[in-house]
């Protein structure tokens, strides 16, 4: 993933240490009820879809635009579904980062979806019931967006 310039600002002052960010993650689905999800470069593997809001910039606005800067696919933000601030991670050159995300469910209203970066070696549509190997972040999040509960948010930590 490519580092933001606003970032690489507060690097210059704040050095190594940690950087509390606003992260957004979105559940795209399309007509037919399939999510969209892209293999990343970094990991090579398969991901929903996400990236860092910029200053000021609204988290639905901030999915919309990820999804179209990594999948060329249009869509429109629904809803909130979760809400979790993440554990720390320490990125290999040291930089250290934690992330407030916000998850949001999108609706495919345009484009096809392909590669549309460097960020992405795949991009694809899948049926919920035909994923391909995803981490619990993403399987968790695909699970919250297809349901229409309230919000999540973790309850464990709520007094």
């Known amino acids: 993933m490519a580092t933001p310039d606003f970032i690489l600002t507060l690097r210059a002052s704040a050095g190594k240490q940690l950087l509390w960010l606003p992260g957004v993650t979105a559940i795209v689905f399309d007509d037919e009820g399939r999510v969209l999800l892209g293999r990343r470069a970094d990991t090579r593997r398969w991901s ?5 809001a910029d200053p000021g910039e609204q988290p639905a ?4 635009r990820e999804v179209f800067e990594e999948t060329a696919v249009r869509c429109v933000a629904e809803r909130i579904v979760l809400v979790q601030a993440l554990e720390p991670v320490t990125y ?26 460097d960020e992405s070696l795949e991009v694809g549509w899948f049926a919920p019931d035909a994923l391909p190997d995803l981490d619990e972040f993403g399987l968790f999040r695909i699970k919250q967006a297809m349901c229409e509960e309230p919000t999540w948010f973790d309850p464990t930590t709520v007094d």
């Open 92 to 117: 290999p050159n040291g930089d250290t980062c934690q992330y407030m995300d916000i998850t949001l469910r999108c609706r495919a209203v345009g484009g096809e979806a392909r590669v549309n970066d």
């Open 48 to 52: 929903v879809i996400g990236g860092i």
């Open 61 to 64: 606005a901030c999915a919309v």
